[in-house]
Nanobody, 120 residues
Framework: QVQLKESGGGLVQAGGSLRLSCAAS????????MGWYRQLPGKQRELVAT???????RYADFVKGRFTISRGNARNTVYLQMNSLKPEDTAVYYC??????????????WGQGTQVTVTS
């Protein structure tokens, strides 16, 4: 019964910043990769950024130079620092984690999503 919970979303003006946080809890043996995805209004969910257990990162082209993904000291946490936000960044942002359960199964989990709204 692993749960991921996002926080930090909200409403900001264009050019502003937000920092999203995600924490995983439950019967987790170890977390492998974590990432952030987003779903724009009327669009399919898309990858924003991912980070591996050894801190290798990958970003979608549309956020390079503006967003930074990082792992917390507690390795069940992940952050997304979003700078220079644009109205087209408005979306629901979802946290994702790939992990090994305490009984040694590979699984993934999703958070419930947090709304980010950027005004022009």
């Amino acid at each position: 019964q692993v749960q991921l919970k996002e926080s930090g979303g909200g409403l900001v003006q264009a050019g502003g910043s937000l920092r999203l946080s995600c924490a995983a809890s439950g019967s987790i043996g170890s977390i492998n990769d974590m990432g952030w995805y987003r779903q724009l209004p009327g669009k399919q969910r898309e990858l924003v950024a991912t980070i591996t257990r050894y801190d290798s990162t990958r970003y979608a082209d549309f956020v390079k130079g503006r967003f930074t993904i990082s792992r917390g000291n507690a390795r069940n946490t992940v952050y997304l620092q979003m700078n220079s936000l644009k109205p087209e960044d408005t979306a629901v942002y979802y946290c994702n984690a790939g992990f090994t359960t305490t009984d040694f199964y590979l699984k993934d989990a999703w958070g419930q999503g947090t709304q980010v709204t950027v005004t022009s």
